[in-house]
Antibody, heavy 117, light 111 residues
Framework: QVQLVQSGAEVKKPGASVKVSCKAS????????ISWVRQAPGQGLEWMGW????????NYAQKFQGRFTMTTDTSTTTAYMELRSLRSDDTAVYYC??????????WGQGTLVTVSS | DIVMTQTPLSLSVTPGQPASISCKSS???????????LYWYLQRPGQTPQLLIY???TRFSGVPERFSGSGSGTDFTLKISRVEAEDVGVYYC????????FGQGTKVEIK
């Protein structure tokens, strides 16, 4: 079965960076993309970006351009996201999701990133 | 960016009764390939979002038949024919015609 297992919760200081991993299993990793979506406490869903596991092509939400990077490692079927220059309003649960036919059909369990001094 | 607007923002439903959520997009979601890239998700309390409906009206694997999606262009609707207790949560519409955007969410609770 399709599974996306994310790395554990992180606590970071303002200005720091965070890197979250998303280990995929149960499907052919190279044939799908991965999107990253975040959810601030008590708020809705916010799409951050998408990466193709096939060729590494990316699309980023303009809001995160310049401080957000997505990568994949096909040898370990793992996707990564890194967010830099963290601010308090980056405190959120970050989700990875498999993308098939433009739909986020399977989601990771989420990773809470807390930014606090 | 395409703006997605859901109404209502909250809904209280008696079990066994129908429920309907509207989602309007700021521009048509019809692609030149003939597909309309509109999706519905449910996030149950404390859980991860799950895909319910893709491309307006196709139920995802395992989604009960009481969920249905309809609409075209800029106006879309998610209907639950008979609400059950497990349907409680926040429902989101999402478009992927352009860079993806979500609606604000509609919170459904049981009376």
């Amino acid at each position: 079965q399709v599974q996306l297992v994310q790395s554990g919760a992180e606590v970071k200081k303002p200005g720091a960076s965070v890197k979250v991993s998303c280990k995929a299993s149960g499907y052919s990793f190279n044939n799908y993309g991965i999107s990253w979506v975040r959810q601030a406490p008590g708020q809705g869903l916010e799409w951050m970006g998408w990466i193709s596991a096939f060729n590494g092509n990316t699309n980023y939400a303009q809001k995160f351009q310049g401080r957000f990077t997505m990568t994949t490692d096909t040898s370990t079927t793992t996707a990564y996201m890194e967010l830099r220059s963290l601010r308090s309003d980056d405190t959120a649960v970050y989700y990875c999701a498999r993308v098939k036919r433009r739909a986020c059909d399977y989601w990771g369990q989420g990773t809470l990133v807390t930014v606090s001094s | 960016d395409i703006v997605m607007t859901q109404t209502p923002l909250s809904l209280s439903v008696t079990p066994g009764q129908p429920a309907s959520i509207s989602c309007k997009s700021s521009q048509t979601l019809l692609h030149g390939d003939g597909k309309t890239y509109l999706y519905w998700y449910l996030q149950r309390p404390g859980q991860t979002p799950q895909l319910l409906i893709y491309e307006v009206s196709t139920r995802f694997s395992g989604v009960p038949e009481r969920f249905s999606g309809s609409g075209s262009g800029t106006d879309f609707t998610l209907k639950i024919s008979r609400v059950e207790a497990e349907d409680v949560g926040v429902y989101y519409c999402m478009q992927t015609l352009q860079l993806p955007t979500f609606g604000q969410g509609t919170k459904v609770e049981i009376k």
